[in-house]
């Protein structure tokens, strides 16, 4: 059973608005998140995380959003740029890491 | 500083052949683990090693046999390949499995069993 799960499986916008992807979990003892990107044919690439005792994550453009009492995982990129295009996996910890499916975003010029 | 390495980067095998998929990193990093990647079902965790000497199961083993004799390795062995094999596989390490520590990627294994 899928402890982890991303609803969307693709996601596109336009350059300079905001991306949103969201990620959804059930087991309510991970105590960490984190977002990866993957370029195709390359390894994930971690981006950013968010301990449990925390709501909201910042670095530069990515900011990680942590609803507890809804178990839900959000990444909002602001702006999107068309580099961003790639797909996004959502995990979480707890002794191990649970990933998410996936989302592939696509920045349009 | 070669981060994670895996080799092959592309492999065919026939259903029955065994092989080993190579993993190795240079940052002295005491986890590591091995990940498939299937349509639909993200990446899932089949092995992985806290140290030297030390592994244990993830959330899909069977099929597959690891070992940790060094920090460095961290090989991945098919003993009797069979179709639902066919994936892609990642390898990743981390300086400890504390819930802090950001893993880091190989560029990853296709595999196809035929």
């Known amino acids: 059973d899928q402890q982890v799960k991303q609803n969307s499986p693709s996601l596109s916008v336009q350059e300079g608005r905001i991306s949103i992807l969201n990620c959804d979990y059930t087991n309510s003892m991970f105590d960490y998140f984190l977002w990866y990107k993957k370029y195709p044919a390359e390894g994930p690439t971690f981006l950013i995380s968010i301990s449990s005792i925390k709501d909201k994550n910042e670095d530069g453009r990515f900011t990680v959003f942590l609803n507890k009492s809804a178990k839900h995982l959000s990444l909002h990129i602001v702006p999107s740029q068309p580099g961003d295009s790639a797909v996004y996996f959502c995990?979480?910890?707890?002794?191990?890491?649970?990933f998410g499916t996936g989302t592939s975003l696509t920045v349009i010029p | 500083n070669a981060g994670v390495t895996q080799t092959p980067k592309f492999q065919v095998l026939k259903t029955g052949q065994s092989m080993t998929l190579q993993c190795a990193q240079d940052m002295n990093h005491e986890y590591m683990s091995w990940y498939r990647q299937d349509p639909g079902m993200g990446l899932r965790l089949i092995h992985y090693s806290v140290g030297a000497g030390i592994t244990d199961q993830g959330e899909v083993p069977n099929g597959y046999n690891v070992s940790r004799s060094t920090t460095e390795d961290f090989p991945l062995r098919l003993l009797s390949a069979a179709p639902s094999q066919t994936s892609v596989y990642f390898c990743?390490?981390?300086?400890?499995?504390?819930?802090?520590?950001?893993?880091?990627f190989g560029p990853g294994t296709r595999l196809l069993v035929l």
């Open positions: 990743a390490s981390s300086y400890s499995p504390g819930a802090g520590e950001t893993q880091y």
């Open positions: 995990a979480a910890k707890v002794e191990q890491f649970y």
